[in-house]
């Protein structure tokens, strides 16, 4: 799986869908950023994303030029 910076994911928390918004990748560790609390970003790795049940919810757009 590859995450990319822009792509904004979200989580099913107690009747509540939190968003979160990709602002760095670094390897295998990225920052995340939730969209209703700015002040709010924290570090996690893809497989701990998936395993948390983070879906993808939109994908910046993305032109590979290799």
């Known amino acids: ?7 904004i994911y ?10 979160y918004n990709v602002i760095k ?15 709010s970003q924290f570090e996690t790795t893809i497989s701990k994303l998936n395993q948390a049940g983070y879906l993808l919810v939109s994908q910046k757009p993305f032109i590979n030029q290799k």
């Open 10 to 19: 979200g989580k099913q928390n107690a009747g509540k869908f939190s968003m």
């Open 1 to 7: 799986m590859t995450v990319q910076v822009g792509e």
């Open 25 to 39: 990748v670094n390897r295998d560790v990225i920052t995340l950023q939730n969209i209703d609390n700015p002040l």
